[in-house]
């Protein structure tokens, strides 16, 4: 069997767990390839509302493997916050949750980190979550950091230590006070707890499932327009948001990727600093922001909104290799008489382009608009695509005919049920 992949497609929060919750039970093995607890994916079913970081959005249904990939960074102290939260569903996670041993560790030291670089940075702050990704990869990449498996080795607390000796001489650099000692207690208490879990070598195990052709999603973090080499940056996050990503974050060969499925809402939003060419500074945005309730699930800061960008969306279904698109959110554009969509950009110069300029931070970009009728339906009861009004299926037609991908699933609000597909 081939591994199907599902990622965002704009700067993030485009409604992936609802997704992958949704899909879930066509599936043996749900794996997360990459990203850490600065990701936020949103679940509700039968009344419940559950945010999950780290943990992949499979983990509700029964006699399904969940994988945290190697190309995750894991935090212990919000890993194990995490279960203690998924307790009253008494899931049997010992049962059906593996860790990969070669998965990074985030130190108290890596957001210690994290702040005082944001701090340092002033007005030119990126937004980031301060959750220690950016560190704990960077430590990755530099050949320093420590992985899950090094955590069942006898030297680890010296291995620690060693580490943070280093994290200490940086951050003397910086204007930055900080009390590591009531940090570590914490930490050191969830790493006994994570060594009760499977901890594994998940590249084997998730070979072994495709080749015993059982089903297998590997789901992302972030969005593609946040990936660290093709998103807006610097504005963007420390790991590989795409496709690519779910190869080289679970140890799965090119030729086993099958179905791409690219999410993304109906309009764009973004959390934190970096370009945005849509974005809306009007009542009308205001409006979308109140009605989709757009504040980060794992930050709470209000999302920043806008119209649908194509350009932005061609370019991110191109370097991914999407085959099918769901569209998140549609109910929200119910209260809007009348819709955008970017359909070009004007530069500084004059031209006018459909491609993703190098870097949007020191172009003038100017999006080009299309106007298209609103529906002016309340449409989350819809359950067909046949009820659907008629201003919404030109909506999508339109979409469909721009990008050149179908549109397979429209979502029409945020529990599981209000799923309609095309």
């Known amino acids: 069997m081939k591994v199907d992949v599902l990622l965002g497609l704009q700067w993030g929060d485009e409604g992936k ?5 949704y899909l879930a039970p066509k599936y043996n093995v749900v794996a997360r390839f990459q990203g850490g607890p600065n990701a936020g994916h949103t679940l509700e079913f039968d009344g419940h509302k559950h945010v999950l970081h780290q943990i992949p959005s499979g983990i509700f249904r029964e006699n399904i493997k969940n994988i945290i990939g190697n190309g995750v960074v894991l935090d212990p102290v919000v890993f194990k916050k995490e279960i203690e939260g998924l307790a009253k569903f008494e899931i049997n996670l010992k049962a059906n949750l593996f860790i990969s041993k070669k998965t990074q560790l985030i130190l108290p030291s890596h957001k210690l980190l994290d702040a005082a670089y944001e701090q340092s ?3 030119n702050k990126i937004g980031s979550t301060l959750k220690g990704i950016g560190p704990s990869y960077q430590d990755k990449i530099a050949r320093n950091g420590l992985r899950v498996g090094d955590i069942l080795a006898p030297g680890f607390e010296e291995r620690y230590r060693n580490l943070v000796s280093k994290h200490e001489n940086t951050l003397k650099h910086y204007e930055f006070e900080y009390d590591l000692a009531a940090a ?30 059982d089903t297998v999603l590997a789901e992302g973090a972030q969005g593609s327009l946040l990936d660290i080499d093709f998103g807006s940056y610097p504005y963007v996050t420390s790991s590989n948001t795409m496709t690519a990503g779910a190869c080289t974050g679970l140890g799965v060969a090119p030729q086993n990727i099958g179905e791409v499925f690219g999410i993304f809402k109906a309009y764009c939003t973004r959390v934190g600093g970096g370009p945005f060419p849509t974005e809306l500074f009007d009542a009308t945005g205001e409006a979308i922001q109140k009605e989709g309730n757009e504040f980060g699930a794992t930050t709470g800061r209000a999302r ?31 209260i809007l008489d009348e819709i955008k969509i970017c359909t070009a950009y004007k530069l500084s110069d004059g031209t006018i382009t459909e491609e993703m300029p190098f870097q949007l931070l020191d172009e003038e970009v100017k999006p080009i608009y299309e106007t298209l009728p609103g529906w002016k339906d309340d449409i989350t009861g819809v359950r067909s695509m046949d009820d659907m009004p008629a201003a919404l299926e030109s909506y999508i037609k339109y979409i469909e005919e721009a990008t050149g991908v179908p549109i397979k699933i429209v979502s029409v609000g945020p529990d599981r049920t209000q799923t309609v597909i095309n």
Request: proline content about 3%.
């Open 184 to 213: 570590e207690a914490p930490f050191f208490e969830a790493i006994e707890f994570l060594r009760e879990f499977n901890l594994v070598n998940s590249e084997y195990l998730i070979n072994k499932s495709i080749q015993s052709s």
């Open 304 to 334: 920043r909104c806008g119209w649908l960008d194509l350009p932005a969306l061609k370019y991110a279904i191109m370097i991914n290799g999407v085959t099918q698109l769901f569209m998140m959110k549609a109910d929200v554009l119910s």
């Open 17 to 21: 767990g609802k997704v992958v919750d």
């Open 121 to 123: 940075k002033g007005k």
